[in-house]
Nanobody, 123 residues
Framework: QVQLVESGGGSVQSGGSLRLSCAAS?????MAWFRQAPGKEREGVAA???????NYAGSAKGRFTISQDNAKNTVYLQMNSLKPEDTAMYYC????????????????????WGQGTQVTVSS
């Protein structure tokens, strides 16, 4: 069982930046960030494989960057130019095996989930 611990959420004004971190307690291959706003479905934001390939949701492209430190089993999400519509609970997710590129932003692709970290963007 792999445990995921997120950190880095908080409150920021529109246009600001936040960096989320997720530390995994064991081996994972594909890791991702999802988010869920009140009353909405959980949606994939960005994903990264251990060997580097990344995927981004359209809403994240150009503003968010996913990266990793394999030695620390940690994935990061740098979020810039934040908007009020980015307000949500952000969840880290991990898969033990490699996921096909087309499935990396699908909730069902992941085996492990963190508890979430809240991001609030005010206008």
């Amino acid at each position: 069982q792999v445990q995921l611990v997120e950190s880095g959420g908080g409150s920021v004004q529109s246009g600001g930046s936040l960096r989320l971190s997720c530390a995994a307690s064991g081996y994972t291959y594909t890791m991702a960030w999802f988010r869920q706003a009140p009353g909405k479905e959980r949606e994939g934001v960005a994903a990264i494989d251990k060997d580097g390939p990344t995927n981004y949701a359209g809403s994240a492209k150009g503003r968010f960057t996913i990266s990793q430190d394999n030695a620390k089993n940690t994935v990061y999400l740098q979020m810039n130019s934040l908007k009020p519509e980015d307000t949500a609970m952000y969840y880290c997710a991990a898969a033990f095996y490699r996921r096909s590129w087309w499935s990396r932003l699908l909730r069902a692709s992941y085996d492990y989930w963190g508890q979430g970290t809240q991001v609030t963007v005010s206008s």
